[in-house]
């Protein structure tokens, strides 16, 4: 596609219920990563994939979340039994190569509101 | 650790007038920067990008932005404020295969 692509665009859940969030990547691009915006804080990196080696899951706030990409393009963010804590944006960027190397491509992210 | 700071919270600057971003660095080894722009509604957009050579790097919207090692600072400046400038900034930078971290933003106001 011509950009990252994210959906839902908007997710109302209750609080205790699960959640996935989708990202399609610009295609060809071998990372992708997830951030979550918070109101008023910067974006905190969650998980990347690169390629077919395993994500670096280092930003994962708890157990409650985890992600997949499957076939090296598409990838769901799961949240598990959803707190109100977990309200904030979902940004998913893609980039041509690793970390460092090139320009992240940001998707216009998904707001999600626990209630 | 490695981290990137943006010290201001809120900016606000007149139509025209010049401005000047904050962006501090806290890395081992020169990492690599950005400058990513963030409108209301919008997705990121990058400004501009950092790797090496040249320390004054040109980026779109009349935008650059100097690294400095001395001062581990790589601020942002535009010598004419518009009013459709009016976002949130972000400066964000990474060093070998460390993952891309983003300060917590600088949000510019402009008034006429």
């Known amino acids: 596609g011509a950009g990252v692509s994210q959906s839902p665009s908007n997710k109302v859940t209750e609080k205790g219920k699960d959640v996935e969030l989708r990202c399609d990547p610009i295609?060809?691009?071998?990372?992708l990563y997830w951030y979550r915006q918070s109101l008023g804080q910067g974006l905190e990196f969650l998980i990347y994939?690169?390629?077919?080696?395993?994500?670096?899951k280092s930003g994962l706030p708890s157990d409650r979340f985890s992600a997949e990409r499957t076939g090296g393009s598409v990838s769901t963010l799961t949240i598990q039994r959803t707190q109100q804590e977990d309200s904030a944006v979902y940004l998913c960027?893609?980039?041509?190569?690793?970390?460092?190397?090139?320009?992240?491509?940001f998707g216009q992210g998904t707001r999600l509101t626990v209630v | 650790a490695q981290s990137v700071t943006q010290p201001d919270i809120h900016i606000t600057v007149s139509e025209g007038a010049s401005l000047e971003l904050r962006c501090n660095y806290s890395?081992?080894?020169?990492?690599?920067l950005f400058w990513y722009v963030q409108s209301p509604g919008q997705g990121l957009q990058l400004l501009l990008k950092?790797?090496?050579?040249?320390?004054l790097v040109q980026g779109i919207k009349g935008f650059e932005a100097e690294f400095k090692r001395s001062q581990s600072s790589f601020n942002l400046r535009k010598p004419s404020v518009h009013w459709s400038d009016a976002a949130e900034y972000f400066c964000?930078?990474?060093?070998?295969?460390?993952?891309?971290?983003f300060g917590k933003g600088t949000r510019l106001s402009v008034i006429a």
């Open positions: 890395y081992g080894a020169t990492p690599y």
């Open positions: 295609s060809g691009h071998t990372a």
């Open positions: 994939f690169q390629g077919n080696s395993a994500p670096d």
């Open positions: 960027a893609s980039s041509y190569k690793g970390h460092s190397i090139a320009e992240a491509f």
């Open positions: 950092y790797f090496s050579g040249d320390t």
């Open positions: 964000a930078g990474n060093s070998g295969n460390t993952p891309l971290v």
